[in-house]
């Protein structure tokens, strides 16, 4: 009776055993591949961490990078604004001198224009004193001026005397009449003397100045009467020319500005 339960409690047992032993392969296989799984996981881990090492480092060598990049930049910037300064201060500076220059320019250019204007006038004058006093008569240039001279005797006689001669007034009249032709000059009446004594020769100029202005309407302004010493001469000389206190006070009053 006992053998007929003992059998089967073997083949029980032995099935049992044997189950066992096969779920422990099997457990152990499945232990040696996680292992495995484990090994590549953690080989993947210590990859990964060398690819993050070198990952940062890369990125910080970028970074300085970008600070450098950044610093450059900044100083370039300021360079630019101290260049766009400079150059802002020299194109003032150029500007400045270019309208100085052309102030400058504008100034000589009147000055320059008056000049010709002068010149332009003496050569009417000395057109106007030919025709009208004839050929024959003293005429000179000088200095910008034109110099018409008549001596004493024909003037006042003798060369003491104060009273113009018919001659004179003649003479005078077409002094007169060249001084209207060209109303922007002024004359100088000038009386030589050899001797010294300037008192006659003053009056004389005056006499002559005196009748331009009475009997031929000729403005006292544009008259200056003197006598002087002739040196080696005597006679009246009649100087007309622009108005030259009017051309300096123009160019000084250029300069001024």
């Not at 331009?212 to 080696?232: H, S």
Request: glycine share 4%; net charge negative; proline share 2%.
């Amino acid at each position: 009776m006992m053998k007929k339960y003992v059998l089967p409690l073997l083949f029980i047992l032995c099935a049992s055993v044997s189950l066992h032993a096969q779920r422990k392969s099997e457990l152990f296989d499945r232990i040696d591949n996680l292992r495995a799984q484990l090994d590549s996981l953690n080989s993947e881990l210590l990859n990964a961490r060398k690819d993050e090492r070198v990952a940062q480092t890369r990125a910080a060598s970028f970074e300085a990078q970008v600070t450098e990049l950044q610093e450059t930049n900044n100083s370039l910037m300021a360079n630019l604004t101290d260049f766009t300064t400079v150059s802002t201060k020299n194109s003032d500076i150029a500007n400045s001198a270019i309208r100085s220059l052309r102030a400058t320019e504008a100034k000589l250019g009147s000055i320059k224009s008056a000049i010709s204007s002068n010149d332009s006038t003496i050569i009417v004058v000395l057109t106007n004193v030919k025709q009208t006093l004839g050929e024959n008569a003293r005429i000179a240039v000088t200095n910008g001026t034109v110099v018409v001279s008549s001596d004493l005797e024909s003037l006042f006689g003798n060369d003491t005397d104060t009273t113009l001669t018919p001659e004179a007034e003649i003479w005078t009249e077409k002094i007169a009449d060249v001084l209207k032709a060209n109303p922007t000059t002024a004359v100088d009446i000038e009386g030589l003397s050899m001797t010294g004594n300037l008192n006659v020769p003053a009056l004389q100029a005056l006499k002559i100045s005196t009748v331009l202005q009475n009997k031929f309407a000729i403005d006292p302004e544009r008259i200056t009467t003197v006598g002087k010493d002739g040196n080696l001469k005597e006679g009246i000389q009649v100087k007309i020319h622009p108005k030259f206190d009017d051309f300096y006070l123009m160019v000084r009053e250029e300069m001024k500005n």
